[in-house]
């Protein structure tokens, strides 16, 4: 599917099963409403998967990664080589992300869509590499729009891979790449017009003087480009990055084969603003994991219209935030499915007797 034929096959979730699904929610054993936003969620899970007995077996985070040619700006506390380094640990094992993701029963996957190295052909992971890194957006645009557009089809790429050949039932998005807290912001920013002092946070720790010089990177980008807000390829193009891209096709994705996405911090639901900017339809399939402590996150959030279902002060990527949430969906899905109802209760009272 290319991107457009991607948008044009998103239907919404099943409302008939949604609505199935909320009065046997509301019919069980427990107050009305108690169980706050997993019944949200279960209402939700059940349209998308036409079921009132939802199974997520198949969960699988795909981990993003890219460089950023903005770094040479000092806007990180670390150097490009971690982006790399850090790959091959999600393939070992080993990472933040392959801990929490064992923990909730997902598989993780990284993806190249633009990491500044040569990673062996035969490494289990997506080889999607657009290009080692993108331009220095102070300077030029981070990419061109023909790279802007073949980053989000490589996101779609891989979510068609994980639907025929892993049947996948929820997906996870997160992301790696030194310096992408920045473009993440300047996406937000450029959505949103709000000042980049408002919504610029501190990443992986900078102090106030590389905080104070991150504003005036991500301002003085803005100026120069002008990308245009009804044009969220124009935003990706000019102030993104190639995993953000990789992050938003993956929502597409989603939506347009029929499966949930949740998407983690910062970078990924920079991905997803984008994917729902280009293609409103794909929140509806979409969940918001936690509210991260890089405050342009939250800017994200109200864009979306969205509540996301954790807040641990979480600030890390990978797809943390995603595999955490993703234990509450499964959750949710046992509530709906498992809780009885007033009159199955009465029944099986009935049978005791
Ligand atoms: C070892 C290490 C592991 C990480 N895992 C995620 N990030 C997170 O930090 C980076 C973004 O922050 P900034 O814009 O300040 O560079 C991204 O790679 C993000 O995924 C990491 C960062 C580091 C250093
Ligand atoms: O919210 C995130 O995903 C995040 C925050 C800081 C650094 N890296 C990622």
Redesign the pocket.
Known sequence: MNLNEAIEKIRPPDEQFEQKAAARLSDQARPGGSLGMLEDAARRLAGMARSLDVHLKRKVIVTCAGDHGVVAEGVSLFPQEVTAQMVYNFVDGGASINVLARHAGAEVRAADLGVNHDFEKNLPIFHEKIRKGTDNLRRKSAMTRREAILSIEAGIRIAEQLHTAHSVDLLGTG?MGIG??TPSSAVIAAFSGIDPKKLV?R??GIDDTALTNKIEVIRGALDLHTPDPKDPVDVLAKVGGFEIGGLAGLVIGGAALGFPVVC?????TAGALIACELAPGAKKWLFTSHR???IG?QFMIDRLGMEPLLDLG????EGT?AALAMELLDAATRVLAEIRTFEEVSIRNAQKQ
């Open positions: 992301d992408n807290t946070g990443g992986t983690d911090g910062l970078i990924a991260s402590v890089e996150h979480l600030r890390l990527g935030g």
